[in-house]
């Protein structure tokens, strides 16, 4: 079926290091995909999300291109904040049938 | 104020009781979703509804019930709670203008099942 795989966390950065946070995901079927961050005790929220091959998302320096053929959607910033610490979950939803899967979380840690 | 409200935020409770966790929404959102989250497992789906008059079963609703009350409100129960149920709980509306649209999701329930 369809699944969502996410990289273990959590992972621990300094601030202003380059983040990735790879994802990849199943390939039936066209869907779009997803970012979502959930800050601590908060829900979550969307990031960015990409609805065709080769698109990218991006928001808050945050970025994410669509790879078909890698069937994959990494996660990057550029340099992480402390304020960046939160759990990062990935996300794909088929057309037709609009039910998000998503990926276990991946928990980023940004020291200063 | 919020988009999305979930009360309680915070519930302890004792096996074999029944507890309702209620969702609210002003976003006027037809789609409506109840999913739990444990950790290493992120979040799965309880139950959804896409309108008033339709329910709809996820992966993991054994256990669980749910209401439609309104277009804003969703209910989720446990008619009679056990330990493996503690988890967290978010409710989540979504439009319907096309595949890529967005959930938003509420605070969270933090249930606590001793």
């Known amino acids: 079926g369809d699944s969502v795989t996410q990289m273990e966390g959590p992972v621990t950065l300094s601030e202003e290091a380059f983040l990735t946070i790879n994802c990849t995901y199943t390939?039936?079927?066209?869907?779009?995909l997803f970012w979502y961050v959930q800050y601590p005790g908060e829900g979550l929220q969307l990031l960015l999300k990409?609805?065709?091959?080769?698109d990218k998302g991006s928001n808050k320096g945050f970025e994410a291109t669509y790879r078909k053929e890698t069937t994959s959607f990494h996660l990057e910033k550029g340099s992480v904040q402390v304020s960046d610490s939160a759990v990062y979950f990935c996300?794909?939803?088929?057309?037709?049938?609009?039910?998000?899967?998503f990926g276990t979380g991946t928990r980023l840690l940004v020291s200063p | 104020d919020a988009d999305v409200t979930q009360t309680p935020r915070n519930r302890i409770t004792k096996t074999g009781k029944r507890i309702m966790l209620e969702c609210s929404q002003t976003?006027?959102?037809?789609?409506m979703y109840w999913y739990r989250q444990d950790p290493g497992l992120g979040l799965r789906l309880i139950y959804y509804?896409?309108?008033?008059?339709?329910?709809n079963k996820g992966e993991i609703s054994d256990g669980y019930s749910v209401s439609r009350q309104a277009q804003a409100k969703f209910s989720l129960s446990l008619e009679s709670a056990i330990p493996n149920q503690t988890a967290l709980y978010f409710c989540a509306t979504e439009g319907t203008s096309g595949s890529g649209d967005e959930q938003f999701f509420g605070p969270g329930t933090r249930l606590t099942v001793l």
């Open positions: 976003k006027g959102h037809d789609r």
């Open positions: 390939a039936t079927g066209y869907p779009s």
């Open positions: 509804s896409f309108d008033v008059k339709d329910i």
């Open positions: 996300a794909r939803k088929n057309t037709g049938f609009q039910k998000l899967v």
């Open positions: 990409a609805t065709k091959a080769d």
